[in-house]
């Protein structure tokens, strides 16, 4: 705490409690500043994990999204082959007079 000299104080001891009071509002805003750009240093780090997390969870669906979409098509495929099967051996018996 700092005590102010009295106002008809001789203007040198006004002048270092001036002084005294700059130096402590300049360590004062280097602290605060230093503490300042340390949150803002976790910040942007904390929000680049979370943008790796994103892309990571991004290119899960993704691959998801393609596995289930060849996965689809791999089935409809076998299900046409199926049916044409069948289709053959269904026309099968009237092709060879089979009743």
Avoid: C
């Avoid at 602290?31 to 990571?56: C, F, M, N, P, S």
């Avoid at 993704?62 to 060849?70: I, P, S, W, Y």
């Amino acid at each position: 705490m700092y005590v102010r000299p009295p106002i008809d104080a001789p203007v040198d001891i006004q002048l270092r409690f001036v002084r005294q009071r700059l130096i402590a509002l300049e360590t004062r805003i280097g602290k605060e500043r230093q503490e300042a750009d340390q949150r803002i240093a976790r910040v942007q780090e904390a929000g680049q994990l979370t943008d790796a997390r994103v892309q990571a969870a991004i290119a899960a669906v993704d691959a998801k999204v393609r596995e289930v979409a060849t996965g689809n098509v791999r089935m409809q495929l076998g299900g046409l082959l199926l049916v044409g099967i069948g289709s053959v051996i269904s026309t099968l018996p009237a092709v060879f007079g089979w009743h």
